[in-house]
């Protein structure tokens, strides 16, 4: 693949953070470890990772907002630094996890305030049929529901016209309906050729909005592939979800003894509740049932489904996402 071809090329990055303290002898803390990513144009790109693993520090070198302390960053064929910053921010458009707008400023005199810094930018009106806003133009922020705030904020970063549109988090917090509304306007924003780089700590938003998805821990990028292909590494596509009485399952039934039942690939345990994944849920499922009976576990739930990116961040480190709240 050409350069032509990719919005983003991250190559060696590299970005160490130094805490409060005498004369800077703070802790250092590596959030950014060599890192190397590629983001192609016209696809929606998955960023995700626990606290702490890096992803917001490498959007915000990706924004210009951050200076790496080594590697190189290429932004849309630009590196910045290079005296044309200003031109390739013109080119972006941002929207952090949470925006402040002026409370009492309409919808309409928000967006006019942002369009002014985008000469040649999209129309106002245009803005507000992406994001569902038309009526809603006149009313004042105060007046507004977390989704539709979170909508403008999308809408102020469109204004420009972007190439690359980062999405940090966008849709926390929100209720199920304005998550779907936002997922249809990253989906629009796509299919017109803009390319999106979204971080986030929802699977199933990953998973139906992400042509590509990167899962980053300790500042490296530890899996890169489509849904289905990081789903499929797992070596199984089917999961069985376990509900014991608490303490039975270490006590009595142990991790070691699900783990070498017939077509399990994992396992994970917490005293009440196992997670399998497997390869065969018809031979794995009958021999968990018989091995619960045969110890005396009494079963309180069971579920089967398919395997998701859930199960793939599990699998490769051992927390879930949302286990130590967002970055």
């Given amino acids: 693949m050409t350069g032509g071809d990719l919005a983003i090329e991250l190559r060696g990055l590299r970005k160490t953070w130094r805490g409060a303290g005498w004369r ?162 990253v989906r629009g924003f796509r299919r017109d050729g803009g390319t999106v780089v979204l971080t986030t700590h929802y699977m199933d938003e990953a998973q139906q909005l992400c042509d590509r998805v990167a899962i980053v821990d300790h500042g490296k990028v530890i899996a890169l592939g489509t849904p289905v292909e990081l789903i499929r590494s797992l070596g199984a596509e089917h999961c069985i979800d376990v509900d014991v009485e608490p303490g039975a399952l270490g006590a009595r039934v142990t991790a070691a003894d699900l783990q070498a039942l017939p077509g399990v690939q994992q396992c994970e345990c917490d005293g009440a509740r196992a997670s399998l994944t497997v390869a065969s849920v018809h031979r794995a499922l009958p021999a968990m049932l018989e091995l619960l009976a045969a110890r005396g576990v009494p079963l309180r739930g069971l579920a089967t489904r398919h395997a998701t990116l859930e199960d793939v961040f599990v699998r490769l480190t051992g927390r879930h996402l949302r286990d130590e709240g967002a970055q």
């Fill in 24 to 185: 800077g002898g703070g802790k250092v803390t590596v959030a950014v470890d060599g890192l190397d990513l590629d983001v192609r144009r016209g696809e929606v790109f998955g960023l995700l990772g626990p606290n702490g693993a890096g992803k917001t520090t490498t959007v915000e070198i990706c924004e210009g907002l951050t200076v790496p302390d080594g590697g190189s960053v290429t932004v849309l064929g630009r590196r910045w630094g290079g005296g044309d910053d200003q031109a390739l921010r013109q080119r972006l458009g941002v929207c952090l996890q949470e925006s402040k707008f002026h409370e009492k400023a309409t919808v309409r005199e928000t967006l006019r305030l942002f369009a002014s810094f985008y000469p040649g930018g999209r129309a106002i009106d245009e803005v507000l049929a992406l994001v569902s806003l038309q009526e809603k133009a006149d009313a004042r922020q105060s007046a507004l529901s977390g989704g539709q705030r979170q909508r403008l904020a999308v809408a102020t970063a469109l204004l420009g016209r972007p190439e690359l549109l980062f999405l940090d988090e966008p849709t926390t917090g929100l209720d199920p309906q304005s998550r779907r509304q936002l997922w249809d306007v």
